[in-house]
């Protein structure tokens, strides 16, 4: 009987022993898989956000804004602000890109007072992007358009991708 006791408990043990490793790796790729899906971001401030509806309401279209995480959090002088119009109703990317530059270049002088973190930055870069979704999981890229204005002078305007 002592035997039989003995050799249940160690089975009981083995299988918590296993379901401790399981559960361990389990926990460990989940870690792995959530930071990695995570990015860090620098919060927008309320003016930031403010001017961000601003362009939403003016162009009928979906603005993203984002700071540079990596030129904040290295106090680096170089960083580019990325401000996204996605799917404009005004049609943006049929615009030829004097157009946009003038478009670009009034975003960057209308903003910059707003921008926080003025030193990390060089650039801003404005992205016009515009898509379709034939259907609920299939997102087909009709046009994007990145030009790039410098903070020290909103005229200088240089277009860096253009589909």
């Known amino acids: 009987m ?16 296993m379901t ?6 389990n926990s460990f790729l989940l870690g792995v898989l959530l930071s990695g899906c995570y990015s860090l971001k620098i919060p927008l401030s309320e003016e930031e956000e403010n001017f961000g509806n601003v ?20 106090n680096r002088r170089d960083g580019e602000f990325w ?12 615009k ?4 946009l530059k003038n478009i670009t270049s009034d975003i960057g002088k209308q903003f910059f007072p707003s921008l926080t973190h003025k ?20 997102e087909h890229t009709l046009c994007e358009k990145h030009l790039t204005v410098s903070i020290e002078n909103f005229n200088n305007v ?6």
């Open 119 to 138: 030193l990390n930055y060089k650039y801003i870069e404005v992205v016009f992007y515009k898509s379709e979704h034939p259907d609920k999981q299939t």
């Open 2 to 17: 002592i035997g039989q006791e003995g050799k249940i408990k160690y089975q009981h043990f083995k299988y918590a022993r």
């Open 158 to 163: 240089q277009v860096t991708y253009w589909h």
């Open 96 to 99: 030829d890109r004097i157009a």
């Open 83 to 94: 401000i996204e119009l996605k799917n404009s109703h005004a049609d943006l990317c049929s």
């Open 20 to 25: 401790f490793k399981r559960s361990t790796i």
């Open 55 to 74: 362009l939403a309401e003016k162009y009928h279209c979906e603005v993203n804004l984002e700071h540079n995480y990596k030129a904040i959090k290295e």
